[in-house]
């Protein structure tokens, strides 16, 4: 794996401390592919920052489809956070393993809570130049030219916003055994009186 290129920058002035800023993510995506030296055609997926907020989602996947889905080949978007929930500071480690992972194993991880698309970022998507996938379970990526390129966001509670374009060699990617990935749900329960873990 071969980090291509990064961008960090500040989200900027918002309306409150939770708002986004959606022209600073796109300024902040298109710097991260200026980086990587590469254009926003070659990204097949991508593992966003998506903590299921009604606001924060589809501000980054409007961002998301205007700089990386405006050659209009769908994008497949993901976020870490659907089946582990939100890690608080290592967030963006979880969001980069994963990319890894799914670049290695030539396929998405899909959104494994995702039930119902949040219409906000059905609009979002629609409304930028391209488009964005949003994959329920796991699928092939697609390949271009002998490497598989993806992008990973994270952003911080105090305004800093980073991307990083990550790189996977077919070749040495095809050489390994991928095991089949099943996603399990689970019922958690964590009251002193019923700690057991319920199959749901």
Same mark, same amino acid.
């Given at each position: 794996?071969? *980090?291509?290129?990064s961008?960090?920058?500040?989200d900027?002035?918002?309306a409150?401390?939770t708002?986004?800023s959606?022209?600073?993510?796109q300024?902040?995506l298109r710097?991260a592919?200026a980086?990587? *030296?590469v254009? %926003?055609?070659?990204l097949?997926?991508?593992?966003a920052?998506?903590?299921?907020? @009604?606001?924060g989602?589809p501000t980054e996947?409007?961002?998301?489809?205007a700089? !990386?889905?405006a050659?209009?080949?769908a994008l497949?978007?993901?976020a870490?956070? @659907?089946?582990?929930g $939100?890690?608080?500071?290592p967030?963006?480690?979880?969001g980069?393993?994963? /990319?890894c *992972?799914a !670049?290695?194993?030539?396929?998405?991880?899909? %959104?494994a809570q995702l039930?119902?698309? %949040?219409?906000r970022v059905g609009?979002?998507v629609?409304?930028s130049a391209?488009?964005?996938?949003l994959?329920?379970?796991?699928?092939?990526?697609r390949?271009?030219g002998?490497? /598989?390129l993806?992008g990973v966001?994270s952003?911080?509670?105090?305004g800093?916003i980073?991307h990083?374009?990550?790189?996977a060699?077919?070749?040495?990617?095809?050489?390994?055994s991928?095991?089949?990935?099943?996603? $399990?749900?689970r @019922?958690l329960?964590?009251?002193a009186e019923d700690?057991?873990?319920?199959a749901?």
């Amino acid at each position: 794996m071969v *980090a291509r290129g990064s961008a960090v920058r500040q989200d900027g002035r918002s309306a409150s401390l939770t708002a986004p800023s959606g022209v600073a993510q796109q300024g902040l995506l298109r710097a991260a592919l200026a980086d990587a *030296a590469v254009t %926003n055609d070659t990204l097949a997926l991508g593992e966003a920052h998506g903590t299921g907020t @009604a606001l924060g989602d589809p501000t980054e996947a409007g961002s998301v489809g205007a700089v !990386l889905g405006a050659h209009g080949v769908a994008l497949g978007l993901c976020a870490a956070k @659907a089946s582990v929930g $939100h890690s608080e500071a290592p967030s963006g480690q979880v969001g980069v393993q994963r /990319l890894c *992972a799914a !670049l290695l194993r030539l396929g998405e991880g899909g %959104n494994a809570q995702l039930r119902r698309l %949040n219409p906000r970022v059905g609009e979002a998507v629609r409304g930028s130049a391209g488009g964005c996938a949003l994959p329920t379970g796991l699928s092939a990526v697609r390949e271009a030219g002998g490497v /598989l390129l993806g992008g990973v966001s994270s952003f911080g509670y105090s305004g800093t916003i980073a991307h990083a374009v990550l790189q996977a060699a077919l070749s040495f990617s095809r050489g390994l055994s991928r095991p089949r990935i099943v996603f $399990h749900r689970r @019922a958690l329960f964590w009251d002193a009186e019923d700690s057991a873990v319920v199959a749901a």
